[in-house]
């Protein structure tokens, strides 16, 4: 039985890392409290093995095993 693993959509900020590219999750968030709404990021580590994906490509990030320390993701596909 497979399960499902999560997916999230980024933005890809840096690709300098060898096989490794850190991609910003942008979401928003309303205050408990205020009930003002802002603008949360997230910048994930994900895996880049052939350096294909660059700076500003829209990209799908699936969950996967540990790669590294930081790295727990792994780009799937580029989004146009």
Do not use: C
Request: proline share 4%; hydrophobic share 35%; no cysteine.
């Amino acid at each position: 039985m497979e399960t499902r693993r999560r997916t999230l959509r980024g933005v890809v900020v840096s690709h300098k890392m060898m096989k490794t590219a850190v991609v910003a999750i942008v979401y928003q968030k309303r205050h408990p409290r205020y009930l003002k709404d802002y603008t949360v990021t997230r910048r994930l580590k994900a895996h880049n093995p052939d350096d294909k994906f660059k700076d500003g490509d829209k990209v799908l990030i699936e969950e996967t095993r540990p790669i590294s320390r930081d790295n727990h993701w792994r780009i799937v596909a580029k989004i146009s």
